[in-house]
């Protein structure tokens, strides 16, 4: 009775439920669960030792780090905490505070993962995911090029950067272009990229995807290549492209078509093994979009390009004969 009671007694309280619904989703370190929730890590480290001490968690160091996880399922406390969290999800799964925490997980993860590849670490700025996946990246920089127009398209948002690879492929067909990313490492390689000449028009900041500091109806063109599958939230992501799309604007989106290689699961931490057409138009219909036209580059893995604008528009003059096709 004592034990189950410190036990109820540590997790009863609002932040110490939400790390516990954290590292339920995998390992986390003091300075990720402080990027996440944002609190310090002094108040954090009091809450990992009161949860620690309870048998709530379990602490492993590696290198400089210290990286809580759940105790194991089959284990009298792994098997309390996990009623628990069963008891928040079935009541409070839509709750926006665990909802928010579960987007910074996602995006923590992925660059956590983005970090640590050998590739990145290896060629530093030239590192993108298609590389990383042996994707026919030239393949797909020619065929977005092929969808777009050749004379000038105005202003361009390119949502999930990394360091700015695309922005400096699409400079020469806008007439601006802003580059945003949540990560601080990409931003500061897409910036040094972005300092060659000929790219004074374009910029980068540091953004959310869910939460963009931008204005409504401003761009003539938003691009998310290869980031919906590390999205906790794909309709929420894409509800916030088309906020910042003009009437008549074009939203290309460059990912992975349906797919069981379990390796981009694992090694880079997809949320979600690709989008089929079907599923594509289910998360795109409820921020009032539609797809223009879906395109293939085959590859280990292929590439799937959907265009798209608001479902109330006609499709654009240069799409209508690809769109037959």
Do not use: K
């Amino acid at each position: 009775m004592e034990t189950l009671l410190i036990a109820l007694r540590a997790a009863a309280e609002p932040t110490r439920l939400r790390i516990l619904a954290l590292a339920a989703r995998g390992p986390f370190c003091v300075i990720e669960f402080a990027e996440i929730l944002g609190q310090s890590q002094p108040r954090l480290s009091r809450h990992l030792r009161l949860l620690c001490e309870a048998g709530l968690l379990e602490r492993s160091r590696e290198g400089a780090n210290m990286w809580f996880t759940l105790p194991p399922q089959d284990s009298r406390e792994g098997g309390l905490v996990r009623l628990l969290l069963g008891q928040i999800e079935g009541a409070q799964g839509d709750d926006p505070i665990l909802t928010a925490d579960r987007r910074q997980a996602a995006r923590v993860m992925a660059e956590r993962a983005r970090a640590a590849s050998e590739s990145f670490q290896r060629t530093g700025a030239d590192w993108d995911e298609m590389r990383a996946l042996n994707l026919p990246a030239p393949a797909v920089e020619r065929a977005l090029l092929d969808l777009l127009p050749p004379a000038a398209i105005g202003r361009m948002l390119d949502i999930g950067t990394g360091t700015g690879g695309l922005l400096e492929v699409l400079a020469p067909r806008v007439s601006s272009a802003l580059g945003v990313d949540a990560s601080r490492q990409m931003l500061a390689l897409a910036r040094a990229r972005l300092a060659r000449p000929g790219l004074e028009h374009c910029a980068v900041r540091q953004a959310d995807m869910y939460r963009l500091p931008l204005a409504d109806d401003a761009f003539d063109l938003v691009v998310m290549q290869m980031v919906l599958h590390y999205a906790e939230d794909p309709a929420g992501a894409l509800a916030e492209a088309a906020r910042v799309l003009r009437p008549g604007g074009r939203l290309l989106i460059v990912d992975l078509a349906p797919h069981a290689d379990p390796d981009p699961l694992t090694r880079l931490a997809h949320r979600w093994p690709g989008f089929s057409d079907a599923r594509m138009l289910a998360l795109l219909a409820g921020s009032g979009l539609t797809i223009h036209v879906a395109h293939t580059v085959p590859g280990p893995l292929d590439v799937r390009i959907w265009s798209a604008g608001h479902a109330t528009q006609p499709v654009p003059a240069d799409l209508a004969l690809e769109a037959t096709r």
